[in-house]
């Protein structure tokens, strides 16, 4: 077994004329939380929706705990959670329904004490039997988690998770993005704007500009290496402006 | 396996508590059996008529020799099939592009397609909930007019009959399902599945409307109301030399309408039923012979719409940004 949980090699995505990822080359350790940072129209998404076997890659090869994306997309399913930038149920069901529906959809076998398990995970025991249509974003996003780790994964992908909550809300899925990581050993790759969310959360990092990758390191690393720069949000600007777009 | 009983499950549920889908169904429903029950009363009508008559008779003393008048009670369904026929095929448009729109609509294919389906399960629960979804519609729906038949119209139904019946609601099932299942191939195929619903809708036009009406307004007989062998007092067996004279017209007249699914549904559903006069208690071997090629097309139909839902409903295809 690798102890990669994430490897990409010259990873690449065109639509058309326009490449919207070049060449990534990436390694994401087991264990770690990775914070993929860019600008809008760096490639985050593509990047997670290739990993995550939603969009096929133009060229290049990427495989997840150890399976390849492409011939091995079911067992990649398998292996990994996803929590989609803005993540739609069934609103029409209770939570319980919907996760019950995700569960048997990935083979648990079985899902009522895996659902309560997921639920004890995210703090959100005592929502189970209501629905769906009357949670607000913080409280989908807990549920999106929920589902996202029914499995137990071995990678969990986070599109955005902190895009659009309020700060109790941010900190509230900080602490469950933590206790996932260290409690149950998934290893987390997460897109995010929130640059100082990321040095509270994650343990590396990496830089997507114009779908090109020009950095990645841990961010202990990286807040070192950048003495002179007050936080990761001046890092990063420093290093996106050192690079021709 | 497991995939495709939980996404057919989860259909199943979802269609039999939405609304609207309720509301469609027990509208065609009530729609079917008011016609039913109106032809009922006709027919109920004309056998009051004819007992009367007969009493009559008896009472004046005269010869009780008149013969029943020609009541079939399986060709009062005919005004309830072809409602089947036009207003639940379009119904079932509806709810083939609603299986697919509510999962593009709602964003919940991405959730979906993370998890290990098969490459055809997605499409394939889909498709089974539809087959089933009309399957049961369809028996109720028969059931409902058989008991209309027995109880408003007082009609003798034989073990034959029975039989008959159950082979329509068959060819129904098959009609309902396949328009759903192109409707779902549609919303699959095209990015945005209003235009999906906009093209099966046209297709519905094509094949439920303006290619049967083409075919029956070619049809001589139908230049006059009423008929124009009738008008003319012109008999079967007349009417039928007259017609030998034009085969190459009726042939022309014949292929377009069998380009038609709705008449490849329409032809054997009305022989098994006695409404085409011709196979009127005729045997089912009889029925059979003259119109198993309309239920094989049929049949080919059903399976080319269920291909290309399969084959339009994967992963690839459905994730295309709208």
């Known amino acids: 077994m690798t102890d990669m949980a994430i490897e990409t ?43 995550t076997t939603l969009l096929p890659a133009s060229s290049g090869t990427a495989r997840i705990a150890g399976h390849d994306v492409t011939t091995g997309a079911d067992r990649v399913r398998r ?34 004490a895996r659902i309560a398990a997921a639920l004890e995970a995210v703090d959100f025991t005592g929502h189970g039997q209501e629905k769906m249509s009357t949670f607000s974003k913080g409280m989908r996003q807990r549920a999106g988690i929920a589902q996202a780790i029914l499995h137990e994964p071995a990678v969990l992908f986070l599109d955005e998770p902190t895009s659009g909550l309020d700060p109790q809300g941010v900190a509230k899925l900080r602490e469950i993005i933590i206790s996932l990581n260290q409690s ?53 600007l420093h290093i996106e402006a050192g690079t021709p777009s | 396996m497991t995939s495709l009983i939980t996404l057919c499950g989860k259909e199943l549920r979802d269609l039999s508590c939405n609304r ?17 029950l109106v032809a009922a009363a006709d027919f109920r009508t004309k056998t009051a008529d004819y007992t009367s008559y007969l009493a009559a008779l008896k009472a004046s003393g ?98 034959t009959d029975f039989i008959r019946l159950i082979i ?28 999906g619903l906009v093209l099966a809708l046209v297709l519905w036009l094509v094949v439920v409307l303006v290619i049967p009406q083409i075919g029956d307004t070619m049809d001589p007989d139908n230049q006059i109301p009423g008929g124009l062998f009738a008008s003319l007092q012109i008999d079967k067996a007349h009417e039928h030399a007259v017609m030998a004279n034009f085969t190459g017209y009726e042939t022309s007249r014949d292929l377009i309408e069998q380009t038609s699914l709705t008449k490849q549904y329409e032809r054997p559903l009305f022989a098994w039923l006695g409404i085409k006069d011709q196979y009127n208690q005729q045997s089912p071997a009889f029925v059979w012979a003259g119109t198993f090629n309309h239920t094989l097309w049929l049949l080919a139909g059903f399976a080319a719409a269920a291909a290309a839902a399969l084959l339009a409903g994967t992963r690839d295809k459905l994730l295309r940004k709208a």
């Open chain 2, 62 to 159: 005269g010869a009780v020799n008149a013969p029943p008048p020609d009541l079939f009670p399986l060709q009062m369904l005919r005004a309830g099939m072809e409602y089947l026929e036009i207003v639940g095929s379009l119904f079932a448009v509806i709810l083939g592009y609603g299986l697919i729109a509510k999962e593009k609509n709602n964003g919940t294919l991405e959730l979906l397609f993370t998890r290990p389906l098969g490459r055809h399960s997605f499409a394939a629960g889909k498709i089974l909930a539809a087959l089933v979804i009309w399957t049961a519609v369809t028996a109720a729906l028969f059931a409902v007019i058989t008991a209309t038949l027995l109880i408003a119209g007082n009609a003798p139904l034989t073990g």
């Open chain 2, 20 to 36: 609207s889908v309720r509301l469609l169904i027990a509208f065609l429903a009530v729609v079917v059996v008011l016609s039913v």
């Open chain 1, 9 to 51: 090699s010259a990873l690449a995505k065109t639509y058309g004329s326009k490449q919207a990822l070049e060449a990534l080359s990436l390694e994401v350790p087991r264990g770690e939380i990775f914070g993929l940072l860019g600008h809008n129209g760096a490639g985050k998404t593509t990047t997670v929706n290739i990993l």
């Open chain 1, 79 to 112: 292996s990994i959670g996803y929590l989609p930038e803005n993540v739609h149920f069934y609103d029409n069901l209770t939570l319980t329904e919907n996760l019950t529906f995700f569960a048997r959809l990935s083979g648990v076998p079985d899902p009522a």
């Open chain 2, 168 to 195: 329509a609601a068959a060819h129904t099932t098959i009609y309902l399902t396949l328009w759903s299942l192109a409707a779902l191939a549609l919303a699959a195929l095209t990015r945005s599945p209003a235009t």
């Open chain 1, 184 to 236: 149950l050993g998934m290893t987390v790759f997460m897109n995010t704007h929130l640059l100082a969310e990321v040095t509270k959360t994650c343990t590396s990092i990496g830089i997507l500009s114009s779908g090109r990758l020009i950095y990645q390191n841990s961010v202990a690393a990286t807040l070192g290496a950048f003495p002179d720069q007050a936080s990761l949000e001046d890092i990063y």
